[in-house]
């Protein structure tokens, strides 16, 4: 509260109100810049950290463009009127560019497409253990950058059922006693999670996330159900224990429950292909399924049990590479007709995609028109080929993202949920060190820092402007200067997406068939969500 509080106490009821009012929403901050030797982060500490209002266009007649850029742009804004004759310009980072290519965007807000269940990132047991390492006002900063309405609006979020490879060992319920078919052992909720619930609580208190939604997957059982006895390697689920595997994730849905976070879906399992055809480069806990068996188990044992227990969670299928996507569901389809049914949700990982085409998950969309379509996974430097450590400030990563987020996006996907949303420097920990990058660092040297990433305002431009709730819209742009996505939001208004991976800057043309023109232009390497009603 400020000083004038102390010398007119009448006043002092509306300083009260008023500094509630600043307490209870974030104002506006700018990212506080960093340079490393790959380009920029943001720097935020436990008393600093860059935050958005929501920039909505007050009226018809305003536009609202929000930018990040290579040269250090982090959603920056600028405005301008519809019908202007003149370019509103971008200003890049302490730069000016040549603006010497144009397109135009054409928008019909009459021709819709899918609508968005949400964004999301993952909470596993090491996002937990580096949260639980930093100060309270580190920790609060993280959780709203992520899930605030002024930080990137995250909706969704991904949990392990017991351990994943993102954890301090392999590990899972019931591991003893052995062979105990009715779980006797697993009664209460492991330490680890039960802290995970906590934070997650406090998430959603300081936050105000409305309607977070959790979705569950399991990565391994207790070595004894499988016919490898052990948490990696070539595996299947023994067939006596299919009943047990599905009466598990039911206890741990009401475990959860229990402690007061009610799950909003499951998957099948995390990638079932490591267990089969034994990825060379999955070192962690894995279950094997082919789709014919995985088929058999949702069909008699899943399916049955989920939907007497908890009729609402969905189940999400697949789970896995791109690759897999399509014939997953033929293959389960052909052996049990009503295994895909008991799946309202159909998700997939991004690793393979920049090999993989989208023609994979199109059949899949085409086949199965009604059911939810996310990404569940995706993070850089997950190859053997890819520099694994995080790259501080790395542009090109932020590219990859926007360039998969607009793909899945133009191809009918309801939303994207990546991986940890924060890890340590080396990028873990992780128990096998298959070690990767997140959108946002900490500091784990200081415990005083958190970098957020390009990566993080990458999904930041579609997370933030597009809520659970709108809907695609057409957006053709007439030459490959930018590419583009745009939705209709839930109040009325417009987000269309204009991403520049080139070198120049562009000149953009927004041809609205409903509002008119909105001319502006963009910054080199840069990606820009532009508002207006
Ligand atoms: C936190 O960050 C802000 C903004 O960069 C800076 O002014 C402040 O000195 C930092 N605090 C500490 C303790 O480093
Ligand atoms: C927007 O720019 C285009 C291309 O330069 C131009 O043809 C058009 O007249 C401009 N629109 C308005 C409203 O000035
Ligand atoms: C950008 O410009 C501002 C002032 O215009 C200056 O203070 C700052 O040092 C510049 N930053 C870089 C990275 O050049
Ligand atoms: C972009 O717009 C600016 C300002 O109107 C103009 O000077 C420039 O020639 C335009 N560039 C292209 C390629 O249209
Ligand atoms: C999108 O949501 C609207 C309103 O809830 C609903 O009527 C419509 O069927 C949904 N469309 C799709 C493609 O799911
Ligand atoms: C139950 O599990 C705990 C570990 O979570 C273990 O210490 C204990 O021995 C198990 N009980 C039995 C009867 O095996
Ligand atoms: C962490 O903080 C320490 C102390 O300020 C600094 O030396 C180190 O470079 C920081 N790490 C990163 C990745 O910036
Ligand atoms: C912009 O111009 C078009 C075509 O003249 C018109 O239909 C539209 O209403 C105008 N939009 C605004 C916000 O004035």
Same mark, same amino acid.
Request: charged content about 20%; cysteine-free; glycine content about 2%.
């Given at each position: 509260m400020g000083e004038g509080c102390n010398y007119i106490e009448k006043l002092l009821a509306i300083c009260i109100i008023v500094g509630f009012i600043a307490i209870s929403s974030q104002a506006s901050a700018p990212c506080a810049l960093r340079e490393y030797k790959n380009g920029f982060v943001c720097v935020c500490n436990a008393t600093y950290c860059d935050y958005l209002d929501d920039p909505s266009p007050e009226n018809e007649e305003e536009f609202v463009i929000v930018s990040s850029s290579k040269a250090g742009l982090r959603f920056g804004t600028t405005s301008g009127k519809v019908n202007d004759t003149s370019f509103t310009t971008v200003l890049d980072y302490n730069k000016t560019t040549a603006r010497t290519r144009k397109v135009t965007i054409n928008v019909d807000r009459e021709k819709q497409y899918q609508n968005i269940t949400g964004f999301g990132g993952s909470f596993t047991g090491s996002v937990s253990y580096i949260l639980d390492k930093l100060p309270q006002g580190l920790q609060d900063h993280i959780y709203k950058s992520f899930y605030a309405q002024e930080g990137i609006g995250f909706n969704l979020m991904r949990t392990s059922i017991g351990g994943c490879d993102f954890d301090s060992k392999a590990w899972a319920y /019931? =591991? =003893? +006693? =052995? /062979?105990?078919a009715a779980l006797s052992n697993f009664t209460d909720l492991d330490p680890s999670e039960k802290k995970r619930i906590e934070q997650i609580k406090h998430l959603k208190e300081v936050t105000n996330v409305e309607n977070l939604r959790i979705k569950a997957a399991a990565w391994?059982? +207790?070595?004894?159900?499988? %016919?490898? /006895?052990?948490?990696?390697?070539v595996s299947r689920l023994k067939e006596e224990y299919y009943q047990t595997w599905a009466d598990y994730h039911v206890r741990w849905i009401e475990l959860w429950e229990k402690q007061g976070l009610p799950i909003w879906a499951i998957s099948t399992g995390n990638e079932p292909s490591n267990g089969v055809?034994?990825? &060379? &480069?999955?070192k962690f806990m894995s279950l094997g399924w082919l789709p014919e068996s995985q088929a058999i188990w949702v069909s008699e044992h899943l399916g049955p049990t989920m939907r007497n227990k908890y009729k609402d969670v969905i189940i999400f299928g697949n789970d896995d590479q791109r690759f897999t996507f399509a014939f997953w569901f033929k293959m389960m389809k052909a052996v049990r007709a009503d295994s895909v049914d008991y799946l309202s949700g159909l998700s997939v990982h991004w690793y393979w995609d920049e090999i993989f085409k989208p023609v994979f998950i199109d059949i899949a969309r085409k086949e199965m028109p009604d059911k939810i379509m996310l990404v569940s996974e995706s993070c850089i430097g997950d190859k053997p080929w890819q520099k694994a450590a995080p790259v501080l400030g790395d542009w090109s990563r932020g590219e990859k993202f926007a360039r998969a987020f607009l793909q899945d996006l133009q191809h009918d996907f309801n939303g994207w949920i990546d991986w940890n949303i924060v890890l340590d420097e080396q990028g873990g920990p992780n128990y096998v060190e298959n070690f990767v990058d997140a959108p946002s660092i900490a /500091?784990?040297? %200081?415990?005083s820092e958190v970098y957020k990433q390009p990566m993080f305002y990458v999904m930041g431009h579609f997370s933030k402007f597009i809520p659970e709730g709108s809907r695609r819209v057409l957006s053709e742009r007439t030459n490959v200067n930018v590419d583009t996505v745009a939705f209709a939001r839930p109040d009325g208004s417009l987000a269309v997406i204009a991403f520049n991976s080139g070198s120049a800057g562009v000149n953009v043309?927004?041809?609205?068939?409903?509002r008119g023109q909105i001319n502006f232009s963009v910054p080199p390497k840069s990606i820009n969500t532009v508002l207006y009603n």
């Open positions: /019931n =591991e =003893e +006693p =052995e /062979n105990d391994s059982p +207790p070595p004894w159900m499988k %016919t490898n /006895n052990k948490w990696t390697g055809i034994f990825m &060379f &480069f999955a /500091n784990m040297t %200081t415990l043309t927004i041809s609205d068939t409903k």
